[in-house]
């Protein structure tokens, strides 16, 4: 398995500011997703961090909104730009491990 | 467009009952099918997997049913206990290890 720490766990932000959310793993793996939950909703991919590569994004997803960066294998970063009260959602990072997907706990943010 | 559907939306069973979720999709690469249990303020936890070369897979309470043919599966909970309340995620994987996740689930266990 893996443990994956995300940082903040929470926050609440201004729109038009920008948050950057941090996820750790303690072991190094290629694969690393970034996954959005909107409240009472499903999880919604947004884009794929492997290291080594510049991220790819999902239909409805840009980078000029959703920044990675994927500097090695234990860490990465997903920044909301430019926020609005509709990127209130709970941000997610997982990895493959072992030929099985994890979850970190997620960064629930609210924008006001 | 949702590539996993997922159903009912939300079950109440008494403890000790059987809880039976539904899922379906239509792209036949998907080649694994994790089911997810999200408790609130956390994230989902993997609680169960199959692959398609398998019909049934039991963990414990937990019983996957796959039919490869109808593009269906299911998972079953056994014995439901009220620490069994949770949102339940099934999901399916593709070439590139993306998850593409049903609506969810939420299950309610009276007891």
């Known amino acids: 398995s893996a443990v994956i720490s995300q940082k903040p766990s929470r926050d609440i932000c201004q729109r038009g500011t920008s948050l950057t959310i941090q996820c750790q793993v303690d072991?190094?793996?290629?694969?690393m997703f970034w996954y959005r939950q909107q409240p009472g909703q499903s999880l919604t991919l947004i884009a794929t961090a492997n290291q080594g590569s510049e991220a790819t994004y999902e239909s409805g997803f840009v980078i000029d909104k959703f920044p990675i960066s994927r500097p090695n294998l234990t860490f990465s970063t997903l920044t909301v730009s430019n926020m609005s009260p509709e990127d209130s959602s709970i941000y997610l990072c997982?990895?493959?491990?072992?030929?099985?997907?994890?979850f970190g706990q997620g960064t629930r943010l609210t924008v006001v | 467009q949702q590539q996993v559907k997922q159903s009912p939306q939300s079950l109440i069973v008494q403890k000790g009952g059987i809880s039976i979720i539904n899922c379906a999709y239509e792209?036949?690469?998907?080649?694994?099918f994790p089911w997810y249990q999200q408790f609130p303020g956390k994230g989902p936890a993997l609680l169960i997997a199959?692959?398609?070369?398998?019909s049934e897979k039991k963990e414990g309470r937990f019983t996957i049913s796959f039919n490869k043919s109808a593009k269906q599966f299911s998972l079953h909970i056994m014995d439901s206990q009220p620490g069994d309340s949770a949102t339940y995620f099934c999901?399916?994987?593709?070439?590139?290890?993306?998850?593409?996740f049903g609506a969810g689930t939420t299950v309610t266990v009276r007891a």
């Open positions: 997982s990895v493959w491990v072992g030929g099985k997907a994890f």
């Open positions: 792209n036949t690469a998907f080649d694994y």
């Open positions: 072991s190094q793996v290629t694969m």
């Open positions: 999901a399916a994987q593709d070439v590139d290890y993306k998850l593409s």
């Open positions: 199959i692959r398609p070369d398998v």
